[in-house]
């Protein structure tokens, strides 16, 4: 079956530091998702991209990030100097076409700034 | 705006016990989609189910039911005869149509610890 995956599974960095957290999608999704999870709480949206551009953002999503689909396969998200805050479980999500499909989620990546 | 509620910060049961987990959902949105998903001790989402607003149906799945009320903007989730194996962190979740890439809004998540 089908999954999402994400890499790595752990992220420790310095705070300041840019990180660059790496998602593959399902092969034939169209639409990709970040979303972050502060530890004990809440999924809360960060971005969705489509067709090669942000189709909506939160406003958590401010300039510090940025994300990528540099390749057939890859989706990519990027926090430039990266805050003690931004220390959070990172989920990756796709879906196909259609408004009724179902998002699924990859595995997280924990991201530690210290 | 759109908000989803899960009253029920943490719910324990004795194995063998029904649970309900609560959750009410606003949107100004025709059209919608409300989810369930879990999240074990593990930590990844895994997706349990999805109704759309025009489908009132409720749903069964295994011991798993689900209870989809419009007229009081609910989408109540049953486990029945619980097992240790269920302890997770549960959330609710929305997306609206109009949004157009359909953005999950979660609740705050529900605890359900079974106890052997």
């Known amino acids: 079956e089908p999954e999402v995956t994400q890499t790595p599974s752990h992220q420790v960095t310095q705070m300041g530091q840019e990180v660059i957290l790496r998602c593959v999608p399902i092969?034939?999704?169209?639409?990709f998702y970040w979303y972050r999870q502060i530890l004990g709480q809440k999924v809360e949206f960060l971005v969705s991209?489509?067709?090669?551009?942000?189709?909506?953002k939160s406003e958590i999503f401010d300039d510090q990030f940025s994300v990528e689909r540099p390749d057939g396969s890859n989706f990519t998200l990027k926090i430039r100097s990266t805050k003690l805050e931004d220390s959070a479980m990172y989920f990756c999500?796709?879906?196909?076409?259609?408004?009724?499909?179902?998002?699924?989620f990859g595995p997280g990546t924990r991201l530690t700034v210290l | 705006a759109q908000k989803v509620t899960q009253a029920q910060t943490e719910i324990s049961v004795v194995e063998k016990e029904d649970v309900t987990l609560d959750c009410v959902y606003e949107?100004?949105?025709?059209?919608?989609?409300l989810f369930w998903y879990k999240q074990p001790p593990s930590g990844e989402l895994v997706f349990l189910i999805r109704r759309n607003s025009f489908d009132e149906q409720n749903e069964i799945s295994g011991r798993y039911s689900w209870n989809f009320q419009k007229s009081t903007s609910s989408f109540n989730f049953t486990i029945t005869a619980s097992q240790v194996v269920d302890s997770a962190v549960y959330f609710c979740a929305l997306s609206e149509a109009r949004t157009g890439a359909n953005n999950l809004f979660f609740g705050t998540g529900t605890r359900l610890t079974v106890i052997p």
């Open positions: 999500a796709s879906r196909g076409r259609g408004g009724t499909d179902t998002q699924y």
């Open positions: 991209f489509y067709n090669n551009e942000i189709s909506e």
């Open positions: 092969s034939n999704h169209l639409y």
């Open positions: 949107t100004r949105d025709t059209t919608y989609y």
